[in-house]
């Protein structure tokens, strides 16, 4: 009779096993579906002229216009300098708004006295600090990157407060009538229940780091993909814009990518 049980379980296992892959390569499917019947419709509608390709360009001009700035060796030169400065504003952001998160949950009275300023700055439009950050770090790939990690720093620490402050009560309550100190609760519980969190805010701050690294650009560089796009838009070379368009999303798309797969390690360690 255990036999039997065992064997029913194998197979329903199975089954649930083989149910879950054949979804998962559904939504794949369903995904891929969906972005070439957009390029192909695209590309009829200009071909057909009903929309005008030298406005809304054609996928076909992008690529004509992708393969020509690779075979200058202009594009990976500007990929490069684009990611780079994301890349960074994104690393200091996440480490700097975790820190200050931390700190924030330490010290209730700072947390009390600093709220309204980070209110007050998450509703501030960055992009009219541009004229001051130019003044403090130049036209380079500093300003751009301080431009990004403004932008994401914000959202970094509130996400990460948040995240901390949703511990549970009780069990704070446990560990600090078993003895434990405030660090140990912290090192024990707060960060470890807070993973997820940390996951969700790296995931947003990926496309905030995108949105302040090209801003930057926008304000002040001499490379990089957000150059390309207003040099483009300057000259009215629009299969140029449309062209740095599509590289930014497949970049913004691979870095959150690689950051889901940080998830898919950090939750198989943690079991």
């Known amino acids: 009779m255990k036999q039997s049980n065992d ?4 197979v329903n296992h199975a089954l649930f096993i083989k149910k879950h892959k054949q ?12 972005l070439i ?4 419709l695209w590309e009829l509608l200009a071909y057909l002229n009903v929309i005008d390709s030298f406005i809304t360009s054609s996928p076909s ?6 393969k020509d700035l690779f075979t200058e060796n202009n594009l990976l030169y500007h990929i490069g300098v684009t990611l780079s400065e994301t890349l960074l504003g994104f690393l200091i952001a996440v480490f700097l ?25 998450n509703s501030l439009p960055k992009i009219a600090l541009g004229p001051i950050i130019i003044v403090w770090f130049g036209s380079g790939s500093k300003a751009i990157v301080f431009m990004a990690v403004l932008i994401g720093i914000i959202v970094a620490i509130m996400t990460m407060l948040n995240g901390f402050l949703e511990t549970d009560k009780n069990k704070i309550l446990l560990l600090k009538s078993m003895g434990a100190t405030k660090l140990q609760i912290l090192l024990k519980l707060v960060i470890p229940g807070s993973l997820s969190s940390f996951i969700s805010m790296m995931k947003i701050s990926v496309g905030m780091a995108w949105i302040g690294s090209i801003m930057g650009e926008y304000l002040v560089s001499k490379a990089g993909l957000g150059y390309l796009i207003v040099y483009g838009g300057q000259v009215f070379k629009l299969n140029l814009v449309m062209a740095s368009t599509f590289v930014l999303c497949i970049l913004a798309a691979l870095m959150y990518f690689a950051v889901s797969l940080l998830e898919k390690f950090l939750i198989k360690h943690r079991q």
Not at 26 to 32: E, G, P
Not at 61 to 66: A, D, G, I, Q, R
């Open 97 to 121: 708004g975790s820190a200050i998160a931390l700190a924030l949950w330490w010290s209730e009275r700072l947390r009390l006295i600093l709220e309204p300023y980070i209110i007050v700055l």
């Open 37 to 40: 019947v957009f390029l192909g």
């Open 61 to 66: 001009k992008v690529f004509v216009t992708l």
């Open 7 to 10: 064997k029913n379980f194998s």
């Open 23 to 34: 979804e998962k390569a559904m939504i794949i499917f369903a995904r891929i579906a969906i």
